[in-house]
């Protein structure tokens, strides 16, 4: 039996600051994912290696004979959005400080629409599935309304399990950006960056689990993603504000104080944020990424939804986010 058949999909990624970092946390427990199920027994073993289950006289799992036409009804076209997104580690430690700080605060974001991973299938072939994940901006508040960035997509490639065709994971680690806040106005601050006011998430594995009717993902699983170290310092948050991201207040170009030039007195370094919320110590940076420069580890849960509105629209073309 494929000892990998069960679990998923990414993180997104220590966004701190993706979350806005305001600090009026509701403690209340968030639901985190099941634990994997225990690795079956070995068979037993011989000179001549470990013995077939024909054999030994069984029959095989049937987990190794999958429903050939389970979740057949993944669609090109289709969008989605995470609906849900919690820190389960951060730089390999599930009790670090941060995570269930981290956790509450995506879920603020989430729920404000000011934190959107959405992606669309752009093809179906036999067991591999192709989507473009990018990240999209709130509408007006209160509305429910999101509008994609397209400067902040990327293309992934996922396999079904050969044991069960409605469970999905990453052809190989890669990159994706996250941006939080308003077309305007963003919860980050990072003028600098390769894609501007998004955070950079490195080598990301994503598994998950489609429903039974195609209108869901749950049992999603981002496991050691890589927030890249030189990053850290390049952005910026505004902590301590909490209400929408219009209370972040517009960027200054002409601003240029406590490590956040470009950005205004809201916003503070995410690198000395870190150090002050991890007692003084320099977050471990145990994920390299492929290059082999340092970066801090990140696990999360997370759970999917049809985006049954369709393509959301473009952002409007002054957006922060354009250079």
Not at 73 to 91: E, H, I, K, M, Y
Not at 217 to 241: D, N, Y
Not at 259 to 264: P, S
Request: hydrophobic share 35%; net charge negative; glycine share 8%.
């Amino acid at each position: 039996m494929d000892r990998h058949c069960a679990r998923l999909l990414m993180i997104p990624a220590l966004l701190l600051m993706a979350a806005g970092c305001a600090f009026d946390i509701d403690e209340s427990p968030n639901r985190l994912p099941e634990p994997r199920p225990p690795l079956p027994d070995m068979a037993p073993v011989t000179d001549g290696g470990p013995l077939s289950d024909g054999e030994l006289g069984v029959d095989p799992p049937d987990a190794c004979v999958p429903d050939p036409s389970a979740c057949d009804c993944v669609q090109v076209g289709d969008w989605f959005r995470f609906t849900a997104l919690a820190p389960t580690s951060l730089a390999g430690d599930p009790g670090h400080p941060l995570v269930v700080t981290l956790r509450n605060l995506w879920a603020r974001d989430i729920d404000r629409y000011e934190l959107n991973v959405i992606f669309v299938i752009t093809a179906v072939d036999g067991d591999r599935i192709s989507l473009r994940v990018m990240n999209a901006a709130r509408g007006e508040l209160g509305t429910g309304e999101i509008c994609r960035l397209p400067e902040t997509a990327v293309d992934l490639d996922f396999v079904r399990d050969p044991c069960d065709r409605c469970t999905v994971r990453m052809e190989r680690p890669q990159r994706i950006n996250i941006y939080a806040g308003t077309p305007e106005i963003p919860r980050n601050c990072a003028p600098r960056l390769d894609v501007l006011h998004a955070i950079p998430v490195n080598r990301i594995q994503l598994e998950a689990k489609i429903a039974p009717d195609c209108s869901a993902l749950t049992e999603g699983f981002a496991h050691a993603a890589s927030i890249p170290r030189a990053a850290l310092p390049e952005i910026c948050t505004c902590p301590g504000l909490s209400g929408p991201a219009e209370n972040c207040g517009q960027l200054d170009p002409a601003f240029d104080e406590n490590g956040c030039g470009g950005c205004n007195q809201n916003f503070q370094n995410l690198e000395t944020l870190m150090l002050a919320l991890n007692g003084g110590q320099p977050v471990p940076t145990e994920c390299p990424d492929e290059d082999g420069t340092p970066g801090v580890c990140i696990d999360a849960a997370f759970d999917g939804a049809r985006w049954e509105m369709g393509e959301p629209p473009l952002c409007p073309e002054d957006r922060v986010s354009l250079p």
